[in-house]
């Protein structure tokens, strides 16, 4: 709604800074990070009294000694405060008339309801499992589905989105109709993935917001310079109209990710829970689809794909058998299994975070 202010220029010249998007950028960054930090103690009070802490997913799993009890006190469902900012947050800051916001705040809104739903089912009925896998995952591909199927429809991004694009290579592999059959369930798998990754990622004390921003960050840029025309075609990507205003989007997203990290660094005051790291893995995992670098986002997001296949290791490998690869998984519990302290776990996995999102834009100039 603020972009709006650009056009009252002629009344007072700064009025036209909204019509850059980095500044409103920057604004949303701020926006998000404010609301997160104001509303933070009132939330935490809110989730106390409400009572929603949830049973450890992780009794029975690892040993006890390694369940540290004094977390079945702290509560979840923080990522409502972190959705609910990035929603207010985007609404100020973006263009309102571009249609690619709808399709964002319509993924993050419903994943995140989705986590609700889980994280309300493990609170109320002390069910450190949640709402059925089954159930979740079609939720999950029945949104990413709804979502990827939308921008696909757009003008001027549709025709994009139906070519396939392999890392490093300055044309499509496929296009059209064949690209489509490939790039439409690539994209539904990218957003369900990451989804699914965050989540299990979330697992220590500032690890998975921590890692979200480092992600986000990468994207807004990403998107950023694929909306901007003379950056695309220096860098021979796709330019895609309005994209900028999808960093706006993703700048909201590390904004509030401050913020809430803020509460969560060791020892947290409050959990995410599924309400938030659904929604926030989706987004991200959306994002990477409409700037045409999903599979990029297996370097970005190299930490969520570590913890994600340290589970898929170990559970096919115990399977198939009968033997552990690790000491437990995510692998972030293999470390502590090993000695290390949350801190050590935590800061050594935002390191690689931080690498990882490097190498990620470092990929731009190779193509």
Not at 211 to 224: E, G, P, Q, T
């Amino acid at each position: 709604m603020l972009y709006y202010l650009s056009h009252l220029d002629h009344i007072w010249g700064p009025f036209r800074l909204f019509n850059y998007v980095t500044f409103r950028a920057g604004g949303a960054i701020a926006t998000a990070l404010i609301l997160v930090l104001l509303f933070g103690p009132a939330t935490i009070k809110i989730l106390k009294k409400i009572n929603t802490t949830a049973p450890s997913r992780h009794k029975g799993l690892i040993p006890d000694e390694f369940i540290d009890n004094s977390k079945d006190k702290v509560p979840s469902m923080g990522g409502i405060l972190i959705v609910i900012s990035i929603v207010i947050s985007t609404l100020l800051w973006a263009m309102p008339t571009n249609h690619m916001m709808i399709v964002f705040l319509f993924l993050l809104v419903l994943l995140c309801g989705v986590g609700f739903l889980d994280d309300y089912t493990k609170i109320v009925h002390r069910n450190r499992n949640g709402i059925p896998g089954k159930l979740k995952l079609l939720l999950q591909f029945a949104i990413a589905f709804a979502s990827v199927l939308y921008l696909s429809y757009l003008p001027k991004i549709g025709n994009i989105l139906s070519e396939f694009m392999i890392p490093f290579m300055k044309e499509p592999l496929l296009v059209g109709f064949y690209g489509a059959i490939i790039t439409i369930p690539l994209g539904v798998l990218v957003v369900v993935g990451a989804s699914n990754a965050v989540n299990l990622t979330d697992g220590k004390d500032g690890l998975a917001i921590g890692s979200v921003i480092f992600c986000a960050l990468a994207y807004c840029a990403f998107a950023y310079l694929s909306g901007n025309i003379v950056f695309a075609t220096h860098l021979n990507i796709h330019y895609i109209s309005g994209a900028g205003e999808v960093g706006i989007f993703a700048a909201a997203v590390i904004g509030a990710g401050i913020g809430f990290l803020w509460y969560n660094c060791h020892p947290a005051s409050m959990f995410m829970g599924d309400t938030g790291s659904l929604a926030l893995g989706g987004s991200i995992g959306l994002i990477a689809v409409l700037v045409r670098q999903e599979l990029i986002l297996l370097l970005v997001g190299g930490v969520f794909v570590i913890e994600a296949g340290s589970v898929i290791i170990q559970v096919i490998s115990y399977k198939l058998t009968g033997k552990r690869v690790f000491l437990c998984a995510p692998i972030h519990h293999h470390f502590e299994r090993k000695g290390w302290t949350e801190t050590q776990i935590v800061t050594r996995f935002w390191i690689l975070g931080g690498l990882f999102a490097l190498i990620g834009l470092a990929t731009l100039k190779l193509r």
